[in-house]
């Protein structure tokens, strides 16, 4: 189905800028599924102005302070409205010594569209849209992510694997919001690496690809592989991990793994790519991920 | 849905002006006569609707006015005037980097966030600045060497 972008807000909504997490919960509670959370608005807004949602409750996380900030103590505890600017700049600037062991999130960020979507755009609202697509729900599945997710009445974390259901779902309920992610500190021997195929740089990928290697030796210890727009969610590619762990690194590991990664995922072609370049394109960026990731081992 | 009372600073001056929350930063901006803030596309993609807020280049087409109260909003005017042009103003006209012109008012904001950061940008830091700005009519390239001849003049004035 086509829709058109009307340019207005023909829709009317309510809206509310709660100062805290509690206050959210309480209108999340009172409205339910007749409202709609607003970080950066970057996805709603569009979604809106398409006439595709007509919340008539908007919720904005703008001035909830605890929701933009980011603390580190064994983890990095991300508030969901973060902006994809302010992460980066975070990781940049307090974790040089993190550099190549987060080195996929510093370049998904870098890679996330234009400075201006960058400055406006969220982590939470990348992953609670649920884009098959987003950026960052590859990376974050590869640093084994988890999201803490609240309501009126419960609070709960859980893995970022179990977050996503099908495009445009997630688990979450009527009456829940996100409010932190955490990312585990990665131990000293891991590297990782992004990889993003778009038709220019400041758009949404065709294809997405992130790695995570753990190293000991010439030996891979551990790993993660996983990919964005290549299925329904955002995909592990756990047929390639198994034949990734315990092994010998070298090219031709990469190049096996990669393809591995190209025959398990389940692309469909759309208006942004063919599902048989998704594949082929899949195969390439997976093995050069793994080739930096490697090279990003400390 | 009941229009409230908002705040609005630009380019220095306030405004008082009632708004529904449902109107965009955009549509605000242009209907108080600040038809130097370009609509685009509507979603994000084009640029043509960058606004500085604090400081920071966003696009206004997506971004609730009740957003901007008691922030400082810039737009391509606030820069200078035109017996007092910005650097950027300036060169983009000596290099003739405008054709129909209506990508210009994105583009010089988003140079103008680039340079407050990075007085001088290097040709890399210049393209990522631009890339949310798209333009129809001139392949960039003139706009590239217009912001390059900007952060030039402005270097060689900068205090040392
Ligand atoms: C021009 C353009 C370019 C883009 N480029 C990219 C790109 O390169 N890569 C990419 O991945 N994406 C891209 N996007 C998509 C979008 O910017 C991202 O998905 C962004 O991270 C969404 O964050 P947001 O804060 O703007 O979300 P919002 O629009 O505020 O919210 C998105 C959805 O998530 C829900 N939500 C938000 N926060 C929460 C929360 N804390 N709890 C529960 N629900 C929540 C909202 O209700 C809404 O349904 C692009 C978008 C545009 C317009
Ligand atoms: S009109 Fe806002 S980005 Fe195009
Ligand atoms: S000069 Fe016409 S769009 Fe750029």
Redo the contacts with the bound molecule.
């Keep these: 189905m086509l829709s058109t972008n009307t340019h207005i807000l023909f829709s009317e909504f309510e809206y509310h800028a709660p100062t805290t997490v509690n206050e959210v919960a309480e209108l999340l509670s009172e409205y339910g599924d007749s409202a709609r959370v607003m970080a950066g608005g970057t996805d709603l807004l569009v979604q809106m102005k398409m006439e595709r949602r007509r919340p008539a409750h908007v919720i904005s996380l703008q001035r909830i302070n605890e929701l933009h900030t980011i603390t580190q103590n064994g983890a990095l505890t991300i508030g969901a409205a973060t902006a994809i600017r302010a992460l980066d700049q975070y990781v940049t600037l307090n974790h040089p010594s993190l550099g190549a062991r987060l080195e996929s999130l510093s370049a998904a960020c870098n890679l996330f569209s234009s400075v201006q979507i960058m400055h406006m755009a969220t982590l939470g609202g990348n992953l609670c849209n649920a884009s098959p697509a987003a950026d960052t729900a590859p990376v974050l599945l590869t640093c084994d992510a988890t999201v803490t997710i609240k309501s009126k009445t419960a609070e709960k974390t859980v893995p970022l694997a179990d977050f996503f259901v099908g495009p445009g779902k997630t688990i979450l309920g009527p009456n829940e919001f996100v409010t932190y992610i955490q990312i585990p500190l990665p131990a000293q021997n891991t590297g990782s690496a992004f990889r993003k195929i778009s038709r220019v740089v400041a758009d949404i990928s065709q294809v997405c690809a992130a790695v995570t290697i753990v190293r000991d030796g010439n030996i891979v210890q551990d790993a993660r592989i996983a990919l964005g727009s290549v299925a329904p969610v955002p995909f592990c590619a756990e047929q390639a991990r198994a034949a990734l762990v315990g092994e010998t690194f070298g090219p031709e590991l990469a190049e096996h793994v990669g393809n591995l990664a190209a025959q398990e995922i389940k692309p469909i072609s759309d208006v942004r790519a063919t599902s048989a370049y998704r594949r082929s394109v899949a195969f390439v960026i997976v093995r050069d991920a793994l080739m930096q990731a490697w090279d990003n081992c400390g | 849905m009941n229009p409230k009372l908002i705040s609005l600073t630009i380019n220095g001056s306030t405004h008082q002006v009632a708004l529904s929350p449902n109107t965009t930063l955009l549509h605000a901006l242009r209907d108080l006569g600040h038809t130097d803030v370009k609509s685009g596309c509507e979603k994000g993609d084009c640029g043509a609707c960058g606004v500085l807020i604090d400081g920071v280049v966003v696009n206004s087409c997506l971004l609730l006015a009740w957003l901007a109260e008691n922030k400082e909003l810039v737009t391509v005017a606030g820069l200078g005037t035109p017996d007092k042009p910005h650097p950027l103003h300036k060169a983009f006209v000596d290099l003739g980097a405008?054709?129909?012109?209506?990508?210009?008012p994105g583009?010089i904001l988003s140079a103008k966030a680039l340079l407050d950061q990075h007085p001088q940008p290097t040709d890399e830091q210049i393209r990522e600045s631009l890339s949310g700005n798209?333009?129809?009519?001139?392949g960039y390239v003139r706009?590239f060497e217009a912001v390059r001849v900007a952060a030039q003049e402005l270097g060689s004035t900068l205090p040392e």
């Design positions: 405008a054709q129909c012109g209506y990508c210009i583009m798209l333009c129809r009519c001139t706009i």
